[in-house]
């Protein structure tokens, strides 16, 4: 069972341009998150979606946008990137209880 | 205030000692509370979970909850170099999880 899948695994991206973080589970979970983990700071929520055709705002989510048109996929994109969104940024899952599944991660450098 | 607050470490213990993680948290109707391991490059993985008050057992590790003083704690018995790794502690107040920053345990051979 793959679980969840994040790509690219890393990507170096140049101030101002666009890029869409893929992430796609095959365990059928209703809901999916966006974090960004950054050294003394933690794992923080940039977006979140409960269900397929619904969103919400995290705790970060300027600079952020994200669509849910399916269960098994939740793209997170940067429609002009600036360096402070350099991060890594781990998208999970969990089936409707309290129990996330994280993807292994894209290591994002904004340049 | 952070809503999830964590000694950054780093914890060191020799092998074979008892590893204590400590978690304070802000939300007094924060129900749920979660221990995550990540090792160095690598993705948070559940190691507990625990929604009532005291303590919750499996296998090495033991999680301690007290709701009246907010904390949440991860005790590590027979530390083995392999538990060394950031450990996080996660709540949820509501309909969104709050992370700490994490603690750095190191397990001295």
């Known amino acids: 069972t793959a679980g969840i899948t994040q790509a690219p695994t890393s990507q170096i991206l140049a101030a101002g341009r666009s890029m869409t973080l893929r992430c796609t589970q095959d365990?059928?979970?209703?809901?999916m998150y966006w974090y960004r983990q950054d050294l003394g700071l933690g794992l923080r929520l940039i977006h979140y979606?409960?269900?397929?055709?619904?969103?919400g705002k995290g705790e970060v989510p300027d600079g952020y946008s994200v669509s849910r048109a399916n269960t098994d996929d939740f793209p997170l994109t940067l429609a002009s990137a600036v360096p402070s969104q350099t991060s890594v940024y781990f998208c999970?899952?969990?089936?409707?209880?309290?129990?996330?599944?994280f993807g292994a991660g894209t290591r994002l450098s904004v340049l | 205030q952070k809503e999830v607050e964590q000694n950054s470490g780093p914890l060191s213990v020799p092998e074979g000692a008892i590893a204590s993680l400590n978690c304070t948290y802000s939300?007094?109707?924060?129900?749920?509370f979660f221990w995550y391991r990540q090792y160095s490059g690598k993705s948070p993985e559940l190691i507990m979970f625990?929604?009532?008050?005291g303590d919750k057992e499996d296998g090495r590790f033991t999680a301690q909850l007290n709701k009246a003083s907010q904390y949440v704690s991860l005790l590590i018995r027979d530390s083995q170099p392999s538990d060394s790794a950031t450990y996080l502690c996660?709540?949820?107040?509501?309909?969104?999880?709050?992370f700490g920053t994490g603690t750095s345990l190191t397990v001295i051979p």
């Open positions: 999970a899952s969990s089936d409707g209880g309290d129990i996330q599944y």
């Open positions: 365990m059928r979970h209703n809901a």
């Open positions: 979606s409960n269900t397929a055709g619904t969103t």
């Open positions: 939300d007094r109707g924060s129900q749920s």
């Open positions: 625990i929604y009532s008050n």
């Open positions: 996660a709540v949820l107040p509501g309909n969104q999880f709050y």
